[in-house]
């Protein structure tokens, strides 16, 4: 099973989403939509790449991620995907609903569907619930440590329920672990833990003055700039 929004069997749309090559992963996409027209994870893919090549893709992205869901309305991922996109484009009440739909629905699932247990401990972290959120993705680590986006979720969840300290230790985690994963893959997972750590920072300017958020932003930075300046 696929751990994130890209499913298996698309090409090589995962293996460039992973890498942060969203447009070429784009471009890989099309030709799956025109063998898999009605195949939501087609849709929820696209979503994923458009939503991360830039706001001015929101709309597209949106749209995307609605066609999913009304080919596929259990399609958890890009429920989520939509309620990310919705938040950005200032939609916050029925992003907050999307939320509390993937957390109510994802915990019926986890026996059935591993990867929800990121979904939902992001869910409940874009809902302000930090300490469940913090719990639920502390249990997803310990089901699979090497769950690279998670640990980075789980720092995010942990710096803004206060315990910045230990924020910081899991994201020098997940950089350890991205760099021992390789350079395409660190690309991809370092960009979306930078973007998802300066949204919030933007939504909460008290902690982004703090010593341990300036501290995670310079490294993700830097790791992330090393590794487009290593080819």
């Given at each position: 099973?696929?751990k994130?929004?890209?499913?298996h069997g698309l090409?090589?749309?995962?293996?460039?989403?992973?890498?942060g090559?969203?447009?070429?992963a784009l471009?890989?996409?099309?030709?799956?939509?025109?063998?898999?027209?009605?195949?939501?994870?087609?849709?929820?893919?696209?979503g994923?790449?458009?939503?991360?090549?830039?706001?001015?893709?929101?709309?597209?992205?949106?749209?995307?991620?609605?066609?999913a869901l009304?080919?596929?309305p259990?399609?958890?991922?890009?429920?989520?995907?939509l309620?990310?996109?919705?938040?950005?484009?200032?939609?916050?009440?029925?992003?907050?609903?999307?939320?509390?739909?993937?957390?109510?629905?994802?915990?019926r699932?986890?026996?059935?569907?591993?990867d929800?247990?990121?979904?939902?401990?992001?869910?409940?972290?874009?809902?302000?619930?930090?300490?469940?959120?913090?719990a639920?993705?502390?249990?997803?680590?310990?089901r699979?440590?090497?769950?690279i986006?998670v640990?980075?979720?789980l720092a995010l969840?942990?710096?803004?329920?206060?315990?910045?300290?230990?924020?910081?230790?899991?994201?020098s985690?997940?950089v350890?672990?991205?760099?021992n994963?390789g350079?395409?893959r660190?690309?991809g997972?370092?960009?979306?833990?930078l973007?998802?750590l300066?949204?919030?920072?933007?939504?909460?300017?008290?902690?982004?003055t703090?010593?341990e958020?300036?501290?995670?932003?310079?490294l993700?930075?830097?790791?992330?700039?090393?590794?487009?300046?290593?080819?």
């Open positions: 099973m696929a994130g929004p890209v499913a090409g090589r749309a995962e293996a460039l989403s992973d890498a090559d969203y447009a070429a471009e890989e996409l099309d030709a799956a939509f025109d063998a898999e027209p009605q195949n939501a994870a087609v849709f929820t893919a696209r994923w790449a458009l939503e991360n090549l830039g706001p001015e893709r929101l709309g597209e992205a949106r749209l995307a991620y609605e066609a009304r080919l596929d259990s399609a958890m991922w890009a429920k989520e995907g309620s990310n996109v919705l938040r950005r484009m200032g939609h916050r009440r029925e992003a907050d609903r999307l939320c509390e739909e993937v957390v109510d629905e994802g915990r699932r986890y026996d059935a569907e591993e929800l247990w990121e979904l939902v401990g992001w869910c409940e972290l874009r809902l302000g619930r930090y300490q469940d959120a913090v639920t993705l502390r249990e997803a680590l310990r699979d440590g090497r769950w986006a640990r980075f979720d969840a942990l710096l803004c329920a206060g315990e910045r300290s230990r924020a910081f230790l899991e994201y985690r997940g350890h672990q991205a760099v994963g350079v395409d660190l690309r997972c370092l960009r979306v833990a973007d998802d300066e949204e919030s920072l933007a939504e909460r300017p008290a902690l982004a703090t010593h958020a300036i501290a995670a932003r310079d993700l930075r830097s790791t992330l700039r090393a590794a487009y300046q290593a080819g």
